[in-house]
């Protein structure tokens, strides 16, 4: 029987890089992987290819749309070959996955491919095809991620009506989308396939898209998507879906009780995420689920065992990889001794649609509902001069303050590379910096990241020194 000090479950973000700072610390290590390829949903079936679909078709609507106005013309027609864009996706996906297989044998750790389940609360049993081995580890990490949630009275066919496994590999473009969820996944998909060419019509339940976000990142990022063609529908319940040979009927109910249908030709059902734990045999430890199906575990990210450690999404929290990474890297160094912290709070979101979102810390409409007492600053990306030479107008920066201490308590974004400006405020919230320490540091000119000085300046007395 093979032992290790550390044995991981699932090689996702969280339990691969969990993997490598166990190995770093010293201890003995394993990761066990269901498929063939390492990474998880993340990388195979998530986070990786969804952005090589966004970037490529970013590209293609900038050629078809953008590029005459920087007074670049490309002569005759621009075509667009899917299956090619599908296969660079593809090969991305495979050189990511790649590159961890090479982490994994960099760091020692002994990699099993197979299917894992808890024996007893220091074993693991692992059936692959072909054969079946016990492991014994003195602690174990269980990061077996998430799988897509669907309604109860939906079929998800893997055909025509589909989760964002299969809208990642289509044959073809849609005609009509019809995505079920206005969240960050259907948000994203939805606009690679517009961009494309298909009709896209977003349903959702709640009274706006984005629904976890500051209600301004929503309204924004609604108003752009409008102008982009997109038919939203929001404060709408699904009763039904239907397929009929190629085609799909979605019923709803609006906010008002009328019947709505709408018809098209695939339907991407896009509600979410669920904890994936079948088939652990979690009921051999005595291990319980929530009844969104997440395990608990204490403080220390330790379930009722103390040395089974659970992270990432099948616990509670935003199901988020780097939210999974943190919480590998917390498990890996408190197994070490050391004491390592998460501040769950500077766990930033981000949707990668483009206009980019952004988010870290309390909502205003969070701040309004609990009476706290605050100031806010909101600078427009348009009165940027970077914004205005690359043509990328729409957006805002908006930093929440505390009102007698200044200190920033929420930063909320939308524009271009939004994604990676928000490091700046989390560095800034993490160090309890206040709007008015921003507001004094030199950022680059031209740059997106001086709307955040702006804003800052704004939420200092009023200061904004551009509007």
């Not at 550390?6 to 770093?24: D, E, H, M, N, T």
């Not at 966004?54 to 590029?67: G, P, Q, V, Y």
């Not at 430890?285 to 009722?304: A, F, H, M, P």
């Not at 999404?313 to 990889?321: N, Q, R």
Request: glycine share 8%; proline share 2%; hydrophobic share 40%.
């Amino acid at each position: 029987m093979d032992s290790f000090d550390v044995l991981v479950i699932g090689s996702g973000p969280g339990g691969y890089v969990s993997a490598i700072r166990c190995a770093q610390l010293g201890m003995k290590t394993a990761i066990v992987e269901k498929y063939n390829t390492m990474g998880g949903t993340c990388l195979n079936v998530g986070c990786i290819p969804s952005k090589a679909l966004l970037d490529s078709s970013h590209h293609f609507e900038e050629a078809t749309k953008n590029f005459s106005n920087h007074g670049i013309n490309i002569n005759g027609e621009i075509s667009l070959d899917f299956n090619k864009m599908i296969s660079r996706k593809n090969d991305v996906v495979s050189e990511t996955t790649k590159g961890i297989e090479f982490l994994m044998n960099k760091n020692n750790i002994k990699v099993y491919n197979g299917f894992g389940s808890f024996v007893d609360k220091n074993k693991v049993k692992v059936v692959s095809n072909d054969s079946e081995i016990i492991l014994d580890s003195k602690n174990i990490i269980i990061a077996t991620g998430s799988k897509p949630s669907s309604l109860p009275f939906v079929t998800i066919d893997k055909e025509r009506i589909i989760s964002s496994t299969e809208a990642l590999k289509l044959k073809e473009i849609p005609k009509h989308l019809i995505i079920i969820g206005g969240g960050v996944i259907g948000l994203e998909l939805g606009q690679v396939y517009k961009r494309l060419g298909a009709e896209v019509s977003i349903i959702e339940y709640m009274d706006k898209i984005i629904p976890t976000m500051d209600s301004g990142l929503s309204k924004e990022l609604t108003k752009v998507f409008k102008k982009q063609k997109f038919k939203i529908h929001t404060s709408h319940k699904v009763t039904a879906v239907e397929r009929v040979n190629d085609d799909v009927r979605v019923t709803a109910e609006d906010k008002n009780g009328k019947i709505v249908e709408f018809n098209g030709d695939y339907c991407l059902v896009s509600i979410g995420r669920s904890a994936y734990t079948d088939g652990l045999n979690l009921e051999a430890i005595g291990l319980e689920t929530t009844d969104r199906g997440q395990i608990k575990v204490n403080d220390y990210l330790q379930t009722k065992h103390t040395n089974i450690y659970a992270i990432g999404d099948v616990v509670s929290g935003a199901m988020l990889a780097h939210k999974a990474e943190e919480e590998g890297v917390f498990v890996a160094e408190i197994i070490s001794g050391q004491k390592p912290h998460i501040d769950y709070n500077l766990i930033p979101g981000v949707v990668y649609t483009w206009p980019e979102v952004a988010s870290v810390g309390k909502t205003e409409d969070y701040l309004k509902e609990n009476n706290i007492e605050y100031k806010v600053g909101q600078f427009p990306m348009r009165a940027l001069g970077r914004s205005r030479a690359s043509s990328d107008l729409d957006g805002f920066v908006k930093i929440l303050a505390d009102k007698n201490t200044d200190e920033i308590i929420g930063v909320h974004m939308i524009g271009a590379r939004c994604a990676d400006l928000i490091s700046e405020a989390v560095v800034a919230m993490e160090y309890r910096a206040s709007a008015e320490d921003i507001a004094r540091i030199s950022h680059a000119h031209p740059t997106y990241s001086e709307a955040i000085k702006e804003a800052a300046l704004a939420a200092t007395e009023n200061r904004a020194l551009h509007i």
